[in-house]
């Protein structure tokens, strides 16, 4: 007999998405709600990541012994249940991202104040001579989720993000002001360059000088470890 369930009731009883979810009208979506179902599915995603962490589990854990029975020490049907459900979130998210990212393409293309900047792919991204003098951050790093990739890459909690790759607040201050819209920037980032290796420089507080230091660290997203997304961590933009 298979292990009483824990999981389904949980995952009946709560939910980080809205009311009355779905994803067959994106395009008319504006960019600030789709920014909010954007967060809604992923915070969604680490819940139900969180409840096949509690089955001891994760996507890729079978689910039947060695000779090929069903175990009996987890809850099969919960687990089945959560992995589809996990699947097709993962699914609604990459809709979502590319969505977004046309919705975003748009809005910059209809807009002709380029303000000395240079257009690359409708986005407006200003000169960046990667001047390191300003140290200007654009996004600290919260809640990093142990042996994710963030882990991996020796960041640590509160570190404030001065350049991730091709990001710096030069080209990302147009942003400001739009919910997540900087996020967003990261987070097409990432899934475009997934497996490749990401410099990314931080500023640091040191309480033994009681002053912040300069970090040139290096960051590859992937999503070959136990947890979910390619980052491993919480980014609040600044």
Not at 41 to 52: S, T, Y
Not at 112 to 123: M, P
Not at 139 to 166: A, H, N, Y
Not at 185 to 207: F, H, W
Request: glycine share 6%.
């Amino acid at each position: 007999m298979t292990k009483q369930s824990q999981v389904t009731p949980s995952f009946d009883h709560g939910t980080a998405l809205p009311p009355n979810y779905r994803i067959d009208n994106l395009s008319s979506m504006s960019f600030k709600d789709l920014s909010d179902l954007k967060t809604a599915v992923q915070n969604e995603l680490f819940r139900l990541g969180a409840l096949l962490k509690d089955q001891n589990v994760t996507m890729d854990t079978s689910i039947l012994t060695a000779d090929g029975y069903p175990r009996g020490d987890i809850d099969i049907v919960a687990i089945r249940h959560l992995r589809n459900r996990i699947i097709m979130l993962r699914n609604d998210f990459d809709k979502i991202i590319d969505q977004l990212d046309k919705t975003m393409t748009q809005q910059f293309q209809n807009n002709d104040d380029t303000n000395g900047s240079v257009s690359l792919h409708g986005l407006k991204i200003a000169d960046n001579n990667n001047n390191k003098e300003t140290l200007q951050p654009f996004m600290v790093i919260q809640d990093i989720l142990p042996q994710s990739p963030v882990f991996q890459g020796s960041f640590q909690v509160d570190d404030k993000i001065v350049e991730f790759d091709t990001l710096t607040y030069e080209n990302t201050s147009h942003l400001t002001g739009q919910k997540n819209a900087k996020l967003f920037e990261v987070a097409r980032l990432v899934k475009a360059k997934q497996n490749q290796s990401l410099g990314v420089t931080v500023l640091r507080y040191d309480p033994t000088i009681k002053d912040y230091k300069l970090l040139e660290l290096k960051l590859i997203p992937h999503s070959n470890w136990n947890g979910l997304g390619l980052l491993g961590c919480k980014l609040v933009q600044i």
